[in-house]
C-alpha cells in the first residue's frame, strides 16, 4: 500500500547536506571535481575547507549538546 505521505528520514535528527553551514564549501568541491575531470588532486585546497567547516560545524554541535541540560 503505497502512501502519499513525505517518508520521513530514518534517522530524524540527521541534518541533510543542503542544512549544513558548509553547504558551500561542498558545491565548491563538488564543481572543482567536475570542472578538473574528477581529478582529486587539483581539488585539494577545496576539500581541506570543506573539512575545516565539517570540524567547526561538529566542534559547536557537541558544545551545544555539552551545554543542555537533560534535566531542565
Do not use: G
Amino acid at each position: 500500500m503505497a502512501s502519499s505521505r513525505t517518508q520521513s528520514p530514518p534517522y530524524p535528527s540527521a541534518s541533510r547536506v543542503a542544512d549544513s553551514q558548509c553547504y558551500p564549501q561542498y558545491t565548491a568541491s563538488l564543481k572543482c571535481l567536475e570542472e578538473s575531470n574528477s581529478d582529486k588532486s587539483k581539488c585539494q585546497e577545496q576539500f581541506d575547507i570543506y573539512k575545516e567547516c565539517k570540524k567547526k560545524e561538529r566542534e559547536a554541535r557537541l558544545e551545544r549538546n555539552r551545554n543542555r541540560s537533560l534535566f531542565s
